[in-house]
């Protein structure tokens, strides 16, 4: 068995802390203070592209293993689409349920939920349009850019495409694309970026700390505009388009921060608690939402005298906990259940 890379489970785990938290800032908190709102947003600008260039790191690091091209897109369908197919619908009949109960109705309607039809669900899993479980475009979206990637080798991490993929995620500023599609046109970029800088021989991580620091002004600066721009008013045009790509200079500025961070984290005390949330983080991101974080959320935020602030600590703690609890000594330890809802073969 190959090892582990140290950095890349610990900067897993950096970003599930983050998907976790900035989905207990709901909307009813972001409305109300634009703050909140600037938060949610300058985490949202980085977090996940983190997640696609890691997989995409992985996945040329492993590309040796691959030779069977059907194999390997069978698999990813069990570990991606069978969990995305069984969460899906678990979440459309927790919300079908739920709005038949007057005060759980009344949270999900003021989170925008109305009661889903048949023809509704079918078309949002199919499809990932108007999908109530609005998380788990990650978990399709991925399972695009693996079948692209594994069928696409070479193509996915030229140079050349790279460019391509830069101009398709900046088209966003002016094109909806239709459904799923609009998720992965954001995505392909940071996956192929991942691919190409590590076939290239370069690292992720940046050594010296004045190369980190730079990376670092430079994520957060971008990051900054982007956020302004976003909470107090997006411009439209040329001016529209420039945000796109100061956007994508944020996310790879901050991927690379990240990236660097947790490589100097690998060699603290505190290394085991990233790198276990980094090895289950897969775990946490299926189970947190929507009902553990943002529909705990909802009801505290309608029935609790707690500050919202706490209300926050405390959901995003349990929104880690929970799932890893669960996974670690329930799923994990039954191998049909470790398959249905992780889609992991486990003996």
């Known amino acids: 068995m190959e090892k582990r890379i140290e950095w890349a ?17 709901v909307p009813k908190l972001r409305e109300a203070h634009t703050g909140v709102e600037f938060v949610w947003i300058f985490i949202y600008n980085f977090h996940m592209p983190l997640f696609f260039f890691v997989s995409g790191w992985l996945f040329e690091k492993g590309l040796k ?14 570990l991606l689409m069978l969990p995305y197919l069984v969460f899906s619908l678990f979440a459309y009949a927790v919300i079908f349920v739920s709005m038949k109960i ?8 003021g989170g925008g939920y109305d009661s889903p039809t048949v023809k509704d669900m079918v078309l949002g899993i199919l499809f990932y349009s108007g999908h109530v479980d609005q998380h788990l475009w990650f978990v399709y979206s991925l399972f695009i850019v693996f079948t ?16 391509v993929l830069l101009a398709l995620y900046v088209s966003k500023a002016f094109v909806t694309y239709p459904a799923i599609l609009d998720y992965t046109a954001a995505d392909l970029v940071f996956f192929s970026l991942a691919r190409v800088m590590c076939s290239d021989g370069r690292n992720a991580v940046l050594k010296k700390p004045l190369h980190i620091i730079a990376a670092a002004v430079v994520f957060v600066t971008a990051n900054v505009i982007y956020s302004h721009f976003y ?8 001016v529209k388009a420039v945000l796109y790509v100061t956007r994508y200079v944020c996310s790879a500025a ?8 947790s490589d100097i984290l690998a060699k603290t005390k505190i290394k ?7 090895s289950y983080s897969y775990d946490i991101y299926l189970m947190h939402a929507p009902f ?8 505290l935020l309608a029935y609790s005298p707690l500050p919202p602030a706490l209300c926050v600590g405390a959901v995003t703690v349990l929104g880690l906990a929970i799932p890893y609890v669960l996974s670690r000594f329930i799923i994990r330890k039954i191998p049909p259940l470790s398959l249905i809802l992780l889609g992991a073969k486990r003996k």
């Open 102 to 109: 007057p005060m759980l109705a009344s949270v999900l309607s």
């Open 292 to 299: 553990l974080v943002s529909g705990l959320m909802g009801i």
């Open 272 to 278: 085991p608690f990233f790198t276990t949330l980094g």
């Open 9 to 25: 489970d610990i900067a897993r785990g950096i970003g599930i802390m983050l998907v976790v938290f900035a989905h207990a800032l």
């Open 148 to 163: 692209l990637n594994i069928l696409l080798g070479r193509v996915m991490k030229s140079k050349i495409t790279l460019v």
């Open 65 to 78: 293993r691959y030779a069977d091209r059907g194999k390997f897109i069978a698999g990813k369908a069990r």
């Open 231 to 238: 909470v107090s008013g997006m411009p439209q045009g040329a």
């Open 254 to 261: 901050g991927i690379v921060t990240v990236c660097s961070v």
